[in-house]
């Protein structure tokens, strides 16, 4: 690892799991990105957007949706079709105070694009992701468990930066270093478990957390939410989260994205080489249901 990077928000997510960074926006860029993400909310609420996240279905592969669908996510911010707001998100993705957060937390600045999606409330029901690791079956063994836990553990860096309050997301910390209790193994659903902690987020602030913590949402639709929901992957062992970043059809349109900046073309390629040497391997998918 390079020695001359910071690593306090490396150091907070190796003791807890997670790490909150506040006010990471400035109140304007708050405005700016609020203003980008509801065209894009509006456009697939109105059925005019085939990527989203359908109410009901907590985990890829989402079928595309009906006119005026109920959902709880926008996927493929920076992707082509979106014209200049698309690469407006490309603006939030290489914003040089996001990457040196992310080189902090996974100690290299070799990083890869993965991901810049959106979390909205749904708009017709309430809906509840149940307790769940990203990446690891709720089946796995405890030595099963273990060996993705240390594995994966700073392959990626994930996070949610809240452009309304947010507080949705509910972890169980210290979870990510070890299988789970047999309280955790029992409660699949929604139930409380021991010790789970709310991330409260205020407009700005940003969370970034390892995806393999136990964690579980809730979307209601009282509250309102716009969470910009993105991850980064650390390219010498970027292929170990293949499955995770591929499951969402990403690389169906990297070679009609435009990168506005050579940051975002040297991390755009580099998640074409892992594509490529992922060709023709039936990866499936992380998680059912």
Same mark, same amino acid.
């Given at each position: 690892?390079?020695?001359?990077?910071?690593?306090?928000?490396?150091?907070?997510?190796?003791?807890?799991?997670?790490?909150?960074?506040?006010?990471?926006?400035?109140?304007?860029?708050?405005?700016?990105?609020?203003?980008?993400?509801?065209?894009?909310?509006?456009?697939?609420?109105?059925?005019?957007?085939?990527?989203?996240?359908?109410?009901?279905?907590?985990?890829?592969?989402?079928?595309?949706?009906?006119?005026?669908?109920?959902?709880?996510?926008?996927?493929?911010?920076?992707?082509?079709?979106?014209?200049?707001?698309?690469?407006?998100?490309?603006?939030?993705?290489?914003?040089?105070k996001?990457?040196?957060?992310?080189?902090?937390?996974?100690?290299?600045?070799?990083?890869n694009?993965?991901?810049?999606?959106?979390?909205?409330?749904?708009?017709?029901?309430d809906?509840?992701?149940c307790?769940?690791? #990203?990446?690891?079956?709720?089946?796995?063994?405890?030595? !099963? &468990? $273990?060996?993705? %836990?240390?594995?994966?553990?700073?392959?990626? *860096?994930?996070?949610?930066?809240?452009?309304?309050?947010?507080?949705?997301?509910?972890?169980?910390?210290?979870?990510?270093?070890?299988?789970?209790?047999?309280?955790?193994?029992?409660?699949?659903?929604?139930?409380?478990?021991?010790?789970?902690?709310v991330?409260?987020?205020?407009?700005?602030?940003?969370?970034?957390?390892?995806?393999?913590?136990?964690?579980?949402?809730?979307?209601?639709?009282?509250?309102?939410?716009?969470?910009?929901?993105?991850?980064?992957?650390?390219?010498?062992?970027?292929?170990?989260?293949?499955?995770?970043?591929?499951?969402?059809?990403?690389? #169906?349109?990297?070679?009609?994205?435009?990168?506005?900046? !050579? &940051? $975002?073309?040297? %991390?755009?390629?580099?998640?074409?080489?892992? *594509?490529?040497?992922?060709?023709g391997?039936?990866?499936?998918?992380?998680?059912?249901?």
């Amino acid at each position: 690892m390079p020695s001359t990077l910071p690593h306090k928000y490396h150091d907070e997510i190796v003791a807890n799991g997670f790490t909150v960074i506040r006010k990471l926006l400035s109140p304007e860029e708050i405005d700016h990105y609020l203003k980008l993400s509801q065209k894009e909310i509006d456009t697939a609420r109105d059925g005019k957007w085939p990527y989203v996240r359908l109410n009901g279905k907590q985990f890829p592969p989402w079928d595309k949706p009906e006119d005026q669908p109920d959902i709880w996510g926008v996927t493929h911010l920076m992707h082509p079709k979106w014209g200049q707001v698309g690469k407006d998100f490309q603006k939030l993705y290489t914003d040089e105070k996001i990457l040196n957060i992310v080189k902090d937390i996974l100690q290299t600045d070799i990083l890869n694009m993965e991901l810049l999606n959106m979390l909205i409330n749904p708009s017709k029901k309430d809906f509840d992701l149940c307790w769940h690791r #990203d990446d690891v079956k709720n089946t796995a063994t405890d030595e !099963e &468990e $273990m060996e993705l %836990l240390e594995r994966c553990a700073f392959a990626g *860096a994930q996070f949610n930066l809240a452009l309304k309050e947010d507080v949705n997301l509910i972890v169980i910390p210290d979870s990510h270093v070890r299988p789970r209790t047999s309280e955790e193994r029992e409660k699949l659903k929604f139930e409380p478990i021991t010790n789970q902690l709310v991330v409260h987020l205020e407009p700005g602030d940003c969370a970034f957390y390892n995806p393999n913590i136990l964690h579980r949402a809730t979307y209601s639709t009282k509250r309102e939410r716009v969470t910009i929901h993105g991850s980064y992957g650390n390219f010498s062992i970027g292929k170990n989260r293949a499955r995770l970043v591929l499951q969402h059809g990403v690389a #169906d349109w990297l070679d009609q994205l435009e990168p506005i900046n !050579e &940051e $975002m073309r040297v %991390l755009s390629d580099r998640l074409k080489e892992i *594509a490529k040497e992922m060709k023709g391997k039936d990866l499936g998918y992380s998680l059912d249901g």
